[in-house]
């Protein structure tokens, strides 16, 4: 059970930090600021984060695969 409550609050602590994500290169600061809406910004911000997800579902998936292999061996 306490194995079950760390992962659950290792996930909460990890959703509830993705809405503070502001992932932006210097370079494209400069030009989305420039911009009076906002709008473009917030879908480059998004489009990075949405990115940024595809590798730790990667590792994820592999490092599930790795147990599960482990796992049914012993």
Known sequence: M??????????????GGIDEASAQCAMCRAVLESEASGQAAKGINNGI????????????AVGYAVYKLRRSKG
């Open 2 to 15: 306490p194995r079950l409550l760390t992962w659950v609050l290792v996930l909460f602590i990890l959703v």
């Open 49 to 60: 984060v949405y990115l940024m997800i595809f590798p730790y579902l990667l590792v994820g």
